[in-house]
T-cell receptor, first 113, second 113 residues
Framework: ETGVTQSPTHLIKTRGQQVTLRCSSQ?????VSWYQQALGQGPQFIFQ???????GRGNFPPRFSGLQFPNYSSELNVNALELDDSALYLC????????????FGPGTRLLVL | DQQVKQNSPSLSVQEGRISILNCDYT??????FLWYKKYPAEGPTFLIS?????DKNEDGRFTVFLNKSAKHLSLHIVPSQPGDSAVYFC????????????FGTGTRLKVLA
């Protein structure tokens, strides 16, 4: 039990639609990262937020965007969904400057048809 | 360009024996390494980590070894238990900058009773 929750657990969308995924971090964790895990692959870093500002981004296009809120919750938004966006989306939280281990939520499985 | 590689997609070990999972990396800027365990329908769970200033870190049945000259790390589980059956990911990070992890593709460990 990591104290990190995500919603929804599963989601089906069609190509071209938009989706918002949500994450609630552990209290006090001021850094949240989002990862995409395709089938048979390891998680790939999408971006990270620290104190509500984007603080690093992986090789994902601008249609992937995020928000972090003062109450330790965050969102991942994906516009103009493509079939290849079908994956497990994981959020992970940590305390900047502390132990570097990130604590992952259970993920949201997104299927784009 | 896969900066973190886990070349064995699967491993089977008898209960009570040692499990050795391997990981190689290419980026010499990485200075912090972690192992995560993942069960189906759950997010990755942090197991153990090691800083590049060390060559070994132990936590109970789990030991991680780091060989910086070979850019290689390994996770030893002794003794292996059926509950250890899961997918294991190694991850690497450069501590300067964001807490961005680069993950390997995972090794599925099966511990046979």
């Amino acid at each position: 039990e990591t104290g990190v929750t995500q919603s929804p657990t599963h989601l089906i969308k069609t190509r071209g639609q938009q989706v918002t995924l949500r994450c609630s971090s552990q209290s006090g964790h001021n850094t949240v990262s989002w990862y995409q895990q395709a089938l048979g692959q390891g998680p790939q870093f999408i971006f990270q937020y620290y104190r509500e500002e984007e603080n690093g981004r992986g090789n994902f296009p601008p249609r992937f965007s995020g928000l972090q809120f003062p109450n330790y919750s965050s969102e991942l938004n994906v516009n103009a969904l493509e079939l290849d966006d079908s994956a497990l989306y994981l959020c992970a939280s940590t305390i900047a400057g502390g132990v570097m281990a990130q604590y992952f939520g259970p993920g949201t499985r997104l299927l784009v048809l | 360009d896969q900066q973190v590689k886990q070349n064995s997609p699967s491993l089977s070990v008898q209960e009570g024996r040692i499990s050795i999972l391997n990981c190689d990396y290419t980026n010499s800027m990485f200075d912090y390494f972690l192992w995560y365990k993942k069960y189906p329908a759950e997010g990755p769970t942090f197991l153990i980590s090691i800083s590049s200033i060390k060559d070994k870190n132990e936590d109970g049945r789990f030991t991680v070894f780091l060989n910086k000259s070979a850019k290689h790390l390994s996770l030893h589980i002794v003794p292996s238990q059926p509950g250890d059956s899961a997918v294991y990911f190694c991850a690497a990070s450069a501590t300067s900058g964001t807490y961005k992890y680069i993950f390997g593709t995972g090794t599925r460990l099966k511990v046979l009773a």
